[in-house]
Structures are given as C-alpha cells and as structure tokens.
C-alpha cells in the first residue's frame, strides 16, 4: 500500500508567478483534500476533489484552483502569487463521505514566495 | 467563531513526566468526529485518533490516552511517561457531518517540547 506523495517537497516562486503542486493519493483512495498550514498556524481547508470533481471549498480566491484525474492523483494551481501565499501546502486522501476514516497526509511542498 | 481551540501554545516537560494537551470544540451538529494528529518537524501529520461524537469512552494505546467529554466539548490528550521522540506539534481536529466533504477543522496546535 503506497501512501500520500507530493511534490516538489520544496519551492521558491516569485510574486506574480504560477505554481502547480502534485500529489498522488493512497492506494484506494478516491478523494483529496488541500490544505494550506502557514508557519505556526494550523492547516487551512483550501478544497476537496472527489472522482474529479470539485466537493467543497474553503476561503480562497479563485486563484487558488485544483484537478483531480482518473486515478485520483491531484493538482493544485496557484496563479499571480503573492508573498501571503508561501506556507506549507499539505495533501490529503482519504474515503469519501466517510467521516469516520482518517485522512493520510503527504509530507507537504513548502512554497515560498519572495 | 473558532471552532477548535487549543490554548496551549507550546509545552514544555522533562522527560518521564505525564503532559496533557486540552483541545475544546465547537459545534451544532450532533454527529461529528475529533481527531488528534502529530506534526514532526519534517511536516507531515500522522494521525493519531478519530472519536466519533457517540463514543465518550476513554481510550489509552500505550502511553497514550484521550478523554472526550462532550459535557464540556472537550477531547484532551494524555501522554504519560513522556520521551523525547514525542516531541512535535499536536493538532485537535473536527469533521462535522454536516459538511459533505468531511472537512477537518483544525486547532492552532501545540508544540510539545520533551527534554532530556
């Protein structure tokens, strides 16, 4: 059983850019999480995909955007960048409309914007 | 509103001692889930427990326990004979029901420092 992989694990972007995180689910896992932790706060709900399709978003422009393929692995896009923007960004898999599982984090990408 | 929080901002005990991490919640929903995960300084959270909101029984795995009182919306965690590897950030986490997507609503965390 594979678990919750991201990348890059690391990431300095400049203001204004675009970024696009990865991540591939667990083995199983039909749904992904995103969420955005920055330094000393806990993790932020940015949205959900599940079977490709969006299922819920938190706060967060609409620069913040997401997909999610066939075998469930997911992306998260981030256009025109601002300094705000740097933070951890976690994944997360789990079995969907099943509150009662966990949710597997990746080890996260750390984005920073200067 | 905040709806998990978690007052203590970081903790610090000597190794062997007994600390307990207070997480206190809120919701309307009547069914919900708590979790409780650890963030290591490499970043990824690992999860620890799920309580759903029906179950107060207490549970210990080892040296670790938790209490859940919905009296008081609380889900505090135990970690008796504390060793330096438990070192880390801790997050209290809610999942209500009545959010579709299940998802998780975190505390600010608290970091536990174990000291030699």
């Known amino acids: 059983e594979t678990g919750v992989t991201q990348s890059p694990t690391h990431l300095i972007k400049t203001r204004g850019q675009q970024v696009t995180l990865r991540c591939s689910s667990q083995s199983g896992h039909n749904t992904v999480s995103w969420y955005q932790q920055a330094l000393g706060q806990g993790p932020q709900f940015i949205f959900q995909y599940y079977r490709e399709e969006e299922n819920g978003r938190g706060n967060f422009p609409p620069r913040f955007s997401g997909l999610q393929f066939p075998n469930y692995s997911s992306e998260l896009n981030v256009n025109a960048l601002e300094l705000d923007d740097s933070a951890l960004y976690l994944c997360a898999s789990s079995l969907a409309r099943q509150g009662n599982t966990e949710a597997f984090f990746g080890q996260g990408t750390r984005l920073t914007v200067v | 509103a905040q709806k998990v929080t978690q007052a203590q901002t970081e903790i610090s005990v000597v190794e062997k001692e007994d600390v307990t991490l207070d997480c206190v919640y809120e919701t309307r929903d009547t069914t919900y889930y708590l979790f409780w995960y650890k963030q290591p300084p490499s970043g990824e959270l690992v999860f620890l427990i799920r309580r759903n909101s029906f179950d107060e029984q207490n549970e210990i795995s080892g040296r670790y326990s938790w209490n859940f009182q919905k009296s008081t919306s609380s889900f505090n965690f135990t970690i008796t004979a504390s060793q330096v590897v438990d070192s880390a950030v801790y997050f209290c986490?809610?999942?209500?029901?009545?959010?579709?997507?299940?998802?998780?609503?975190w505390g600010a965390g608290t970091k536990l420092i174990i000291k030699p």
């Open positions: 986490a809610l999942s209500e029901v009545s959010r579709s997507n299940y998802q998780l609503i």
